[in-house]
């Protein structure tokens, strides 16, 4: 019985002192998608600066529920356009969060794609670059070719972690909005 009671104690010791060296595993960088509800894009035309089309994209209750609401963009065939996104906002908040302020300060971890479908409609040059020398997708050029209509989908990708690697696969959607574009003559 001594001999059990010496063995038990000796066990206990040695686990003890077991996990009493291991480390505690940090928790893992967590990184949830954020809440986005509103999205502005501003187009300047480059050869006439009066030439400005400004569009909204808002769905205040986030994904499900309402549909958002989307304005459509119309620019000049044949043209170039200096773009921005002059606004990305949570407006679930009070007052509205500032998304587009956070994307500027993890610029590494974030990437605006756009999609123009026809793909021949409109090409977007990203100007802007993170630290490591990869677009982000907040500031860039629009040329527009000849005379048509289809749509401008501009998707932000959340690249955390060193995922960003100047593509869109990795990471996941904080926002998709789909922006009816028409290119067309001025009437």
């Not at 994904?63 to 119309?74: E, F, K, L, T």
């Not at 794609?113 to 997708?137: E, F, Q, S």
């Amino acid at each position: 019985m001594k001999n059990k009671f010496k063995f038990l104690a000796f066990a206990v010791l040695l686990i003890g002192s077991i996990s009493a060296c291991k480390k505690d595993e940090p928790l893992p960088d967590v990184n949830e998608d954020e809440l986005i509800t509103t999205v502005t894009l501003r187009f300047t035309n480059a050869a006439n600066p009066s030439d400005v089309v400004t569009v909204t994209a808002r769905d205040l209750d986030g994904d499900g529920g309402n549909a958002p609401v989307i304005g459509s963009i119309q620019l000049r065939p044949n043209a170039t356009y200096n773009w921005e996104v002059t606004q990305i906002l949570n407006e679930t908040e009070s007052p509205a969060e500032d998304i587009k302020e956070e994307i500027e300060e993890e610029d590494d971890e974030h990437l605006l794609v756009y999609t123009a479908t026809p793909a021949n409609l409109i090409a977007i040059n990203i100007t802007d670059k993170d630290r490591n020398n990869l677009p982000v997708g907040l500031a860039g050029t629009a040329t527009t070719t000849a005379a048509g209509t289809g749509s401008l989908r501009v998707t932000l990708r959340h690249q955390p972690n060193g995922l960003k690697n100047g593509t869109a696969t990795p990471g996941s959607t904080d926002f998709e909005f789909t922006f009816p574009l028409t290119v067309v003559n001025p009437s």
